[in-house]
């Protein structure tokens, strides 16, 4: 199987900051890399897939990037509503294995 | 618009099975490159994905629950189920219900269901 490690596990930051969380796959993915957002007691929200597509919907603060098996998701200017947990998933085999999550937290 | 809705037991005891249906609209599991497929979240942790059918009727399973689990689709009654079998506490978790956006050969899950909390307990 291949495994996604998301760094860091949790984060601090304040409105208005600029945040990057990392997500690297254990083999190569190519670009099958997805983003979501889950805020507390709610189903996971698609962000960003194919490693930088921005989903219908989804502000232009957000953005993802690639290089390798390194990817990142990062937020340009966070909001009050972008507290929430962020989890990477791979597509690119079967079985689609998801990241352990990053929690964003309130400074 | 795409929905989908899980249902099935709240409370199960060990060693039963786990038979969850997700009943979805604005769609159709007979339509090419079209997937449904389920992800479990235990309480405090992370996504897991447990499986997968496609329009086909391919199906493909988490490695680690391979065989315990079985996924079958009703294209008539725009059904999906799932049966978990030999359930044991672990196993407690929300259950969701999931569309995949179809993209170069691959998926993303774009519109989930509200998911469905099953806890297993003697």
């Known amino acids: 199987d291949i495994q996604m490690t998301q760094s860091p596990s949790s984060l601090s930051a304040s409105v208005g900051d600029r945040v990057i969380v990392t997500c690297r796959a254990s083999q190569s993915i190519s670009i099958y890399l997805s983003w979501y957002q889950q805020k507390s007691g709610k189903a996971p929200r698609l962000l960003i897939y194919?490693?930088?597509t921005l989903q219908s919907g989804v502000p232009s603060r957000f953005s993802g990037g690639v290089s390798g098996t390194n990817f990142t998701l990062t937020i340009s200017s966070l909001q009050p509503e972008d507290f929430a947990t962020y989890y990477c998933?791979?597509?690119?085999?079967?079985?689609?294995?998801f990241g352990q999550g990053t929690r964003l937290e309130i400074k | 618009q795409i929905t989908l809705k899980e249902s099935g037991p709240t409370l199960l005891k060990p060693t039963q099975t786990l038979t969850l249906t997700c009943t979805f609209s604005?769609?159709?599991?007979?339509?090419?490159?079209?997937?449904v497929g389920w992800i479990r979240q235990p309480p405090g942790e992370a996504l897991d994905w447990l499986a997968l059918i496609y329009w086909d009727d391919d199906k493909y399973y988490s490695s680690s629950l391979k065989s315990r689990l079985t996924i079958t689709k009703d294209t008539s009654k725009n059904q999906v189920v799932l049966t978990m079998t030999n359930m044991d506490p672990e196993d407690t978790a929300t259950y969701y219900c999931v569309h995949s956006l179809y993209y170069l050969g691959r998926y993303a899950f774009d519109v989930w269901g509200q998911g469905t909390m099953v806890t297993v307990s003697s």
């Open positions: 998933q791979q597509s690119y085999n079967t079985p689609i294995t």
């Open positions: 194919a490693a930088s």
């Open positions: 604005g769609f159709s599991l007979s339509t090419n490159e079209v997937t």
